[in-house]
């Protein structure tokens, strides 16, 4: 399995307060992202990083902001939950060269976050 | 833009029966990346195959066969004599083949029911 663990597992929180979600991987990959997962929708790409300090916005990024300062941690903010914000949230983690490009992405354990 | 469609919501099926589960695509790139994800009653999401636009043939793992179409844009997932382990939602997902770009679109998934 790959080694993505993400905290906290299940969070209750109330609207408008800050919220951060932590994804960390052991596998030294370079790509990392942030979906959420909500009944009749799939999952979703909130935002994903190609390298520390590289991001790029997803599908439903608003709301949201990531930082990445190392190779392994990838972090998802919200700065001001709203209740539309109650969803489980997966990380995943990837890895693409030029010569073995386009690998599968392999995902945490996820988070329920619950925004009163 | 890239969609996926998984058109059965809910499938139910007695035990070691076969099932099918579709998928249809769209996209306007050339080259492109199909993907099956399960996700058990647990939570968590697993990588089940990926397939590259340029590469039509079927493939067989076990109980588990996918059907790769090109020509009705599908990519369509049989698992033959069912068993109640079985029992998951299962994604279909896209990707584009860009180098440094590769975010995954998701369908709204397929609930498999295995009934004993």
């Known amino acids: 399995d790959a080694g993505i663990t993400q905290s906290p597992r299940h969070k209750v929180t109330e609207t408008g307060t800050p919220v951060t979600l932590r994804c960390h991987q052991t596998?030294?990959?370079?790509?990392m992202y942030w979906y959420r997962q909500d009944p009749g929708h799939g999952l979703r790409l909130i935002h994903y990083s190609y390298g520390v300090k590289d991001t790029d916005k997803g599908e439903v990024s608003d709301g949201y902001s990531v930082s990445r300062s190392k190779t392994e941690d990838f972090l998802l903010t919200l700065e001001s939950a709203t209740s539309s914000q109650t969803s489980v949230y997966f990380c995943?983690?990837?890895?693409?060269?030029?010569?073995?490009?386009?690998?599968?992405?392999?995902f945490g354990p996820g988070t329920r976050l619950t925004v009163l | 833009a890239q969609k996926v469609t998984q058109a059965q919501t809910e499938i139910s099926v007695v035990e070691k029966e076969d099932v099918t589960l579709d998928c249809v695509y769209e996209?306007?790139?050339?080259?492109?990346?199909l993907f099956w994800y399960k996700q058990p009653p647990s939570g968590e999401l697993v990588f089940l195959i990926r397939?590259?636009?340029?590469?039509?043939q079927n493939e067989i793992s076990g109980r588990y066969s996918w059907n790769f179409q090109k020509s009705t844009s599908s990519f369509n997932f049989t698992i033959t004599a069912s068993q109640v382990v079985d029992s998951a939602v299962y994604f279909c997902a896209l990707s584009e083949a860009v180098f440094g770009n590769e975010k995954l679109t998701f369908g709204t998934g397929t609930r498999l029911t295995i009934i004993p």
């Open positions: 996209t306007r790139d050339t080259t492109y990346y």
């Open positions: 596998e030294n990959h370079r790509y």
């Open positions: 995943a983690i990837s890895e693409s060269t030029r010569d073995a490009a386009y690998n599968e992405q392999f």
């Open positions: 397939r590259n636009s340029f590469d039509e």
